[in-house]
């Protein structure tokens, strides 16, 4: 049976709702809502807001991802791929910059 919307996998993808910093450069990524199809709705502020496209969560396996897309001037296609660490709560990744083409490692820490 495939599991309840209410499952443990579903609490557990929402422990990535929240307010996340990105201390190398002060980048806030809001995650508001996650639905049940992994769609959410985020926030990004530099520390103006920046236009999200699309921002996605998924479980794979114990694993929770999550993707998000910018598009807005000076952020063309940029994305992040990031993964939850449960032991340190933090978002860990790559940020791909359109513009410059290049992927950069990056980091966020959760605001409390």
Not at 14 to 39: F, N, S
Not at 66 to 76: G, M, S
Request: charged letters at 20%; one cysteine or more; glycine letters at 8%.
């Amino acid at each position: 049976a495939a599991p309840a919307p209410g499952s443990a996998a579903a609490a557990n993808v929402a422990k990535v709702k929240g307010r996340w910093l990105r201390p190398d450069g002060g980048y806030i990524l809001a995650i508001t809502t996650i639905v049940a199809d992994g769609r959410a709705e985020a926030g990004y502020f530099n520390p103006s807001p920046i236009r999200v496209a699309w921002a996605r969560v998924k479980a794979e396996g114990a694993a929770i991802k999550i993707d998000v897309e910018l598009r807005d001037q000076n952020y063309p296609g940029c994305l992040y791929k990031l993964t939850y660490v449960p032991g340190k709560d933090h978002l860990v990744g790559t940020y791909f910059q359109a513009q410059m083409q290049q992927t950069y490692e990056v980091e966020f820490v959760r605001e409390p």
